[in-house]
């Protein structure tokens, strides 16, 4: 913040007045210069994997008109990519695995280091081929490739970008060139999110932490705290960082796609992957969904079975075209995430949530057609808000937790099968809304609860970040008037919270800037950054 961004952004205005090349020169070295600061080989794996893709892509222009030939191309670099990801992200915990088991023999094994952000650049050109093969993008030049890939605001955690989005901009000369409007409201944009991943996630991140390293040791307001406090944590820190990516590449006068919108206000499994790490979503349907599930319809139609959506409203074709194709792309998904079992279970039970949803639109009542009184749809719409964060709550267990055996741990002590806390800390505040019944329980001391520092801290940060998730307009919505990103968004309705390009909003950014910075202190790495 005060060394490289002054820096790349003070180039960036001297190299745009040279010409759109010596911008994109620029961006391209700052860029590099950002990713190998932390372990500057890395600078050689990067370039190789842009070489060898870009090469690929090339190879498969050459080749148009001869289909095999193209496919086998693309085949090969896909194969190549993942062998490349699949060494650096599962290699050590499979060789770990099979020691267990005393396959082979791990003395002396050394962790590997998995490269910054190796999914999300492996990924954005993975796409990319794909999009060579299927004739959906022009030859853009190497030096705009390179750019597309690298651009250090995406570079370490997302989002995935589409180069049907990006690289047209990049070919903008006028993109190279310093804008003020851009620049306040980038600036602004980056508070918002350093102030969420400072103030509010890395505050949850030491307690969180520390329940989950002790989970079989809570008890039920420990495991409520913990699990709570680390699916806002994960909120708060994913949502800063999308907004701090956004911001910076607005700098640059480059809009991100969407990539978090609200999603514990989703009311459905399917609006929540709709919300939740937006371009990962759309990756996974458009690159492994989809051709999942057209393969099984070419499978069927070859037989000559009935399509359509009355051929879908029977069970059987649902449980093909639709849960199977699920249930591969979601455990998948679960995979990329992390090496272990409890990665697995959290992908499957998202596949598990996606088929009944997608099974109640198929089967269930249709009650579109409903007349509700405003009372009656507010009280549907917070339900089904309610079961839907659930939902994903208790997926966030395995999601976090060291092993499935903790996940399980922490639920089963969610459920109170593994007592409550001693009463003696409780506030006198809290202790005074105790029906009389549960006084009772507690002197009889069939209620034991304990409530630590700790925990009373979680007990007050817990709700304030229900509210700002709930009720308030997200960052998007704040800085709709900016346009920050590609996706047109509407304000949040609070007159307010809406950003305006005045003095008093300068002043406001500044203040919650200081804010921002003074709680940099005890920082965390952003979550994302191990996927």
Known sequence: MFGFLPAAVLGFAVAGRLGRTAGAVWLVIASLVFYGFWQPALVVLISASILFNYAIASLIRRNEGKDGRQTSLLWTGIALNLIALIYYKYAFWLLSLLGKIGIVDTHGLHAIVLPL???????????????CRQKVTKEDGFLNYVLFVTFFPHLIAGPILHNGEIMPQFADPARFRLNAANIGAGLTMFVIGLLKKSLIADSLANINNQGFLGAEHLQFFGSWGTLLG?????????????????????????????????PYKARSIIDFWQRWHMTLTRYITLYLY?????NFYRRRMKRGLPMGRKALA??????YLIAVPTFITMALAGIWHGAGLQFLIFGLLHAVYLTINHAWRTFGPKTGALVLGRLARGCLAVCQVLITYSAVLIAQAFFRAASVSDAVSILSAMLGAKGFEHPLSVPKLARSFLTPFAHRLIEDGAIDFHLSHDMQMQALMIPLAFVIVWLLPNSQQIMAGANPVLTKVETGGWRILTWRPTFRWAIAASGAAAIALMSIGGTHEFLYFQF
């Open 117 to 131: 952000g190796i999914s999300f650049f492996t990924f954005t050109q993975i796409g990319y081929l794909v999009d």
């Open 230 to 262: 680390y699916s806002l944590q994960l909120y708060f820190d994913f949502s800063g960082y999308s907004d701090m990516a956004i911001g910076l590449a607005l700098l640059f006068n480059i809009r991100f796609p969407l990539n978090f919108d609200s």
């Open 290 to 294: 989809n051709p999942i599930a057209m």
């Open 314 to 319: 029977k069970p059987w074709p649902f449980a």
